[in-house]
Every structure is written in structure tokens, then in C-alpha cells.
């Protein structure tokens, strides 16, 4: 331990001393030795670290918000902000004829973006001493056989009926349909329809 002046009155002091014990003078070596004084950089270094990280996180975040709500193919990860609905348009609505010996069809094609599609309806027939007619529906390949006198598979088919409702599930995605009329079986008499039938897509 060595001895040093005290800069403002002159007296012999430790120099592990932090103030001078006759005037109490602070000395050049106090902020060396005190111990309080060598952690508080430390704590401010690190709050402004933790500042700078939180700000980093918020930026990231709001980066990933952005993203997902103008990107189309991430809002399959946000079904609640993005809700789908179901919307209606209508394949035949009204009055028809359907000859004697023909057939009356209504094609329609279902949306590429449609989650779930299905056909829903009603229809009364009249004329002839059945009032009777026969209602098909089919997708594109099968109508191709189905006009040309061969077999064909049906999403929804009758036989000779005055009235029945439809109400029939098609596959999701763009595809094409044919609703038919039928009253190929009647050699004489038109047939009058009455119908109302609708497709009903959620996309």
C-alpha cells in the first residue's frame, strides 16, 4: 500500500482509499475499485440486448404475418381467416318440354377451386296418361355413352316418374355434367316439366 496527496487539501492518503478520510475528496482510483461501479455497464449492456432481441422477434413476426395473409397457398394454414361459402347458381329453373322420343339435357361445369359441389332440386312432370318422364345425371364421358345408346354410370338417375326431388354429392374441382330429360320412352306425347334445380359449390 503506497501513500498519495489528497488533490484538494493536500494530506497523505491510502491510495486504496475511495475518498479522502480529512476532506472527503473523491479519488482518481474510486471508480476503479468499487465494485458497484464495475457491474452497472454490465446491466445496461444487458437490458439493451434484451430490448434488441424483442424488437428482432416483433419484426420477424410481423415479416410472417405479412406473408401468410398476400400469399394465396399459405391461407390453407388460416381456415379461420379464410372461410369458405357456399354459393348457389341454377342448372334449370322454370317450365321445359321434352318431346316425344328425345331427350333435353342441361350441361354445367363446376368450379376448379370448389371444395365440395352437389346438385339439389325438384321437378313435377305432366302430360301423356303417365305424366311421367325420367331424369339422369352424369358426367361427360358417360353422357358421350348414354347418347350413344351404350351404358352409363350415373351420379343420380330415375325411372319413370311424375315428380322427385335431387339432391346428389359430385366430386370437388372443375368437371362437367349433364342433367337429362328423358322421354325417349313416349312414341306420341310431350312432356312438360316443371323443375327447380340448383348447384350449390363451396369454394
Same mark, same amino acid.
Given at each position: ?8 487539501? %493536500? ?10 478520510? &480529512? ?15 464495475? *457491474? &452497472? ?13 424483442? $424488437? ?6 410481423? $415479416? +410472417?404475418?405479412?406473408? %401468410? ?23 334449370? %329453373? ?7 322420343? %328425345?331427350?333435353?339435357?342441361?350441361? +354445367? ?24 318422364? &325420367? ?6 364421358? =358417360? +353422357? ?36 337429362? +330429360? ?7 306425347? =310431350? &312432356? ?9 359449390? *363451396?369454394?
Amino acid at each position: 500500500m503506497a501513500l498519495i496527496k489528497c488533490p484538494e487539501c %493536500q494530506s497523505d492518503v491510502s491510495d486504496q482509499a475511495f475518498s479522502c478520510p &480529512k476532506c472527503g475528496h473523491p479519488l482518481k482510483n474510486a471508480s476503479l475499485n468499487d465494485p458497484q461501479s464495475n *457491474t &452497472k455497464p454490465v446491466r445496461r449492456s444487458s437490458a439493451i440486448k434484451w430490448v434488441l432481441i424483442g $424488437i428482432l422477434v416483433i419484426a420477424v413476426l410481423s $415479416i +410472417f404475418a405479412s406473408y %401468410q395473409k398476400f400469399n394465396p397457398k399459405s391461407r390453407s394454414y388460416l381456415p379461420s381467416m379464410y372461410s369458405k361459402s357456399e354459393h348457389t347458381s341454377y342448372i334449370v %329453373q322454370g317450365s321445359i318440354i321434352a318431346k316425344a322420343l %328425345q331427350y333435353r339435357y342441361y350441361q +354445367f361445369t363446376t368450379r376448379p377451386d370448389s371444395e365440395r359441389n352437389r346438385v339439389s332440386g325438384r321437378f313435377q312432370a305432366s302430360g301423356g296418361t303417365g305424366n311421367d318422364i &325420367k331424369v339422369y345425371l352424369m358426367g361427360e364421358n =358417360d +353422357f358421350t355413352n348414354y347418347k350413344n345408346g351404350h351404358p352409363a354410370n350415373t351420379c343420380f338417375e330415375t325411372g319413370q316418374l311424375t315428380v322427385s326431388e335431387i339432391n346428389a354429392i359430385l366430386l370437388p374441382g372443375m368437371h362437367t355434367y349433364y342433367l337429362v +330429360f328423358d322421354n325417349s320412352f313416349s312414341s306420341i306425347t =310431350d &312432356k312438360e316439366v316443371n323443375a327447380e334445380i340448383k348447384l350449390l359449390s *363451396t369454394y
